[in-house]
């Protein structure tokens, strides 16, 4: 794993102090899902598919 990266300013956000570290990498994937859900129109109950590696898992 690489011990930094870099970004575009445009691209990252600096979170509140009153953000942990924690809540602040929740916050991404968590606004991913909630975007795709508003643009498909997913409701509670429909049937998805979720692809994709699961960065917390390694």
């Known amino acids: 794993m690489a011990r930094s990266i870099v970004w575009h300013e445009s691209q990252?956000?600096?979170?509140?102090?009153?953000?942990?570290?924690?809540?602040?990498?929740?916050?991404e994937p968590t606004s991913v899902a909630v975007r795709?859900?508003?643009?498909?129109?997913v409701r509670a109950g429909d049937r998805v598919?979720?692809?994709g590696a699961d960065p917390s898992a390694s």
Do not use: M, N, Q
């Open 12 to 27: 990252v956000h600096r979170l509140p102090e009153s953000v942990s570290l924690l809540k602040g990498c929740l916050l």
């Open 36 to 41: 795709i859900a508003d643009k498909t129109r």
């Open 49 to 51: 598919a979720i692809c």
